[in-house]
């Protein structure tokens, strides 16, 4: 914390009168830790600024700032900027005496001439590229220049970035909290490490559009040296882009301009270019960053506040800018050539299609090399940005920097096995349990879904003594031998071999194209009937079930939402009957449905067991099964139940990351918000066009069904991937699922928007037009 001045107009009239023989009217400018006076000499009519700095301020670094003005203002070209008037002592820097004894410098500023930069409307090309040339000048110019004040630390140094990130706590929006943790955390990796070898000078680091005066067609000074400093040279492009692009339709056009015209006349290097991106949001977070502190300290300072709106929103543009877009738009404005791939993907596919099994699928006809992510966006090689629609193993976004942070930081420490105590282990595993109603408090940590499936199975068989399993028609529930064999999806599809004997395949409960439709209120009790039908059936064989598994929403069903009552009622044929209930959640769980934060619970039930997978990780290779102490207890037969990798410490640390971001980002509520926008606006458009059969789902699991006649339900499977494949052309991913492969599915990570929505319902009713 600062002493800041508190000198009154009167005041500072009468030291200008008797320190500096000047009569002058006063008038307080706006200002931060410092006050500014605007002074008018009442016999000549001159300007002058008088400024006075707050208590802790360094004699030495105001001379710093004095000389560099000095050299700039006999520089050629000259820099117009403000100038030093000596004190009747001869004294450029003054002192002050205060209230309650503090000592106060001060300088008297000559006042420079012309609008500030921001009060410009229109920032016409050939301004931008004037600012460009005006920092490049500047920056040229002090290329040699050197005083040991300028080496000094300073929040505002972009090298210090780092130091801001624990002020995003003071972010009050949690969308705008994580995208700042974002881009610290992006930052952190890709530019920070080059910053330790690029060139370094005295900088005036604080060009923005305040500081910048300007006649409308250029830029005629700069003003406020109190941010000068000896720090990386790129620094200073990038502090005066994070202004200049503020309000700009088109941001990296016009970043593109200020670049060409400041290497123009201060050539950049390659290196700095290629981060530059990341300093200009890395600026931008620091600003916002500050601004939310300060606004918590002083809410009534108005003046803290006037960066902070732009600023986010040039922000909120940003997440969703590829940076080797952005790498190559700033390597083209300095004539410098693009990047060129490590592998072209014909390479790419070629060696894949010899190293790695045939039947891996790649999504889309025209293939995808995605290398980077951020929340709901992925970034190709070739700096195109897709929106992310299907994607729900990144729950909370693509690249979480919370997620991303507690890996690498736990990786760093420890990564070892659950035979030994750990803090993370139990942690996770109470916090995880205690988002289950009761009885549902045990938990067994996998890697996979699949493997959570798996071990479901050994619990309920090893409970009852039984084998045999009723499964949904259509079901999916993972890759191994004994999920495959749940998995209608997959024992019915291409290279299935049907259901074996223990496995009894019930009805798919769909509401739209299934025997009992969503206009019978009865629907859900007539298709558990079916369940029931199976257990007299096995009953006559003198079989019971071991378990019936039902996903909660059905995924490769075609993103199915369970008529009311099917779970509730098949629940209890199979209790009756001596099995357990397993509730499949590794696609829908974790808040997805808006509602409710475990889909099962749309149905009002409590499953036996519950498996996970998924989302739980963001990303990361975790599962779980959860289940009750009496099954569990059961379990301990004898036989240890171990899992190499299953509950390290790394996947705890990322667990319990990801539950923070989703209580802490508010995900759940997004999932209803957005999801409940989403499937009004998809309605909107099933109304408009007729190939849209149906749309269902809940928060932000939904699918469209597409069909070619509304009564007699004919799929429309080619036009759903003709669909699929034009919005991969306008950045858009989508996919197809279904027994048909005819609806499309929709699961984004829960960060997905309104202005998402938007996206995706314009571009989908331009290609349905189409048609």
């Not at 829908?588 to 990780?617: C, M, N, Y």
């Not at 957005?674 to 099933?686: A, D, N």
Request: aromatic share 8%.
């Amino acid at each position: 914390m600062v002493t800041p001045p508190r000198f009154s107009e009167k005041e500072v009239q009468e030291i200008l009168a008797n320190q500096y023989g000047i009569s002058a009217t006063v008038k307080s400018l706006v200002s931060y830790d410092d006050q500014n006076f605007h002074a008018r000499d009442v016999n000549n009519g001159q300007e002058y600024v008088f400024k006075i700095y707050h208590a802790e301020e360094d004699y030495w670094y105001l001379d710093a700032q004095h000389q560099v003005m000095t050299l700039l203002a006999k520089a050629t070209p000259a820099i117009p900027c403000q100038q030093t008037f000596s004190d009747k002592a001869g004294q450029a820097i003054s002192r002050l005496d205060g209230k309650n004894g503090v000592t106060h410098l001060a300088r008297l500023l000559s006042f420079l001439p012309g609008r500030f930069l921001v009060d410009v409307e229109d920032h016409s090309p050939e301004l931008l590229s004037n600012i460009g040339k005006f920092m490049g000048t500047i920056d040229q110019h002090l290329a040699g220049f050197s005083h040991p004040a300028a080496r000094r630390h300073y929040d505002w140094d972009l090298r210090n970035t780092l130091m801001v990130l624990p002020l995003t706590k003071f972010i009050r929006d949690p969308q705008r909290r994580t995208i700042a943790e974002y881009f610290y955390l992006q930052f952190e990796t890709e530019a920070l490490p080059e910053l330790q070898t690029l060139r370094m000078s005295v900088i005036h680091n604080d060009g923005n559009d305040y500081n910048l005066l300007s006649d409308g067609k250029k830029i005629s000074g700069i003003i406020d040296f109190g941010d000068l400093l000896y720090s990386n040279t790129i620094c200073e492009l990038a502090i005066t882009l994070a202004y200049t692009l503020m309000g700009k339709a088109d941001p990296l056009a016009a970043a593109a301009t200020v670049i060409r015209g400041y290497h123009s006349v201060f050539p950049l290097q390659r290196r700095e270019v290629d981060i530059l991106f990341y300093l200009i949001c890395a600026r931008l977070c620091v600003s916002v960053s500050m601004s939310a502190k300060k606004i918590t300290e002083d809410p009534e300072n108005e003046y803290i506040r006037v960066s902070e709106k732009p600023a986010w929103d040039l922000l909120e543009k940003f997440i969703a800018i590829n940076p080797e877009h952005a790498k190559a738009i700033f390597r083209e404005a300095c004539n410098m050539s693009p990047s060129q791939p490590k592998e072209t993907s014909t390479a790419l596919l070629k060696a894949r299609k010899k190293h790695l099994g045939r039947n891996m699928s790649i999504s889309y006809q025209k293939h995808l090399k995605i290398n980077r992510g951020a929340m709901q966006y992925l970034f190709e090689e070739n700096g195109e940005t897709y929106l992310d629609c299907v994607n729900n193993v990144c729950h909370v976004g693509h690249c979480h920097p919370r997620v991303a942070r507690a890996a690498q930081q736990q990786i760093a420490r420890l990564n070892t096995n659950t035979r030994y105590l750990h803090d993370h282990l139990v942690e996770y595993a109470r916090r995880l349990t205690a988002t289950f109603p009761d009885p549902l408090s045990v938990c067994f940590f996998t890697c996979s879904g699949s493997e959570a499936n798996d071990l479901a199975l050994r619990l309920a068989r090893n409970f009852t003594g039984q084998k045999d399993i009723v499964v949904v028609d259509g079901a999916y529930h993972g890759t191994t031998t004994s999920v495959i064999e749940l998995s209608s999806y997959k024992f019915d599809g291409p290279g299935g071999k049907g259901a074996e004997a223990h496995i009894h395949k019930a009805l798919m409960p769909d509401p739209y194209r299934g025997a009992y439709r969503s206009d019978d209120p009865q629907a859900g009790e007539k298709y558990a009937a079916d369940v029931q039908r199976i257990i007299h059936e096995m009953a006559d064989q003198g079989k019971q079930p071991a378990a019936f598994i039902c996903e909660s929403l059905l995924g490769c069903g075609g993103q199915i939402v369970l008529p009311p009552n099917y779970l509730k009622t098949a629940f209890q044929h199979i209790r009756k009957a001596g099995g357990l209930c397993i509730a499949d959640e590794v696609q829908v769980g974790f808040g997805r449905v808006g509602s409710h934060f475990w889909a099962f619970e749309h149905q009002d039930v409590v499953p036996d067991i519950v498996t996970l997978g998924k989302p739980i990780g963001n990303g990361h290779p975790l599962a779980a099964v959860i289940t009750t102490p009496e099954i569990a207890d059961a379990f301990n037969n004898g036989m240890e139940y171990f899992n190499t990798f299953g509950g390290n410490p790394v996947s705890c640390a990322v667990g319990l990351a990801v539950l923070d971001a989703i209580e802490d980002d508010h995900l759940q509520e997004n999932a209803q918000r957005t999801g409940t926008y989403f499937l009004e606006k998809l309605r909107e458009l099933q109304a408009r066009h007729p190939i849209i059969g149906d749309v269902r789902g809940l928060g932000l699991f939904i699918g469209a069904e597409l069909v070619h006649d509304r009564e007699t339900l004919t799929p429309a499977a080619e036009t759903a991937s003709m669909i699929i494949e034009e919005m991969r052309n306008r950045g858009i991913l989508l996919s197809t699922d279904g027994p048909l492969h005819n609806v499309i599915k929709i699961k984004p990570p829960l960060v997905f928007s309104r202005d998402n929505v938007d996206q995706v319902i314009e571009n989908l009713d331009e290609i349905l037009n189409e048609l």
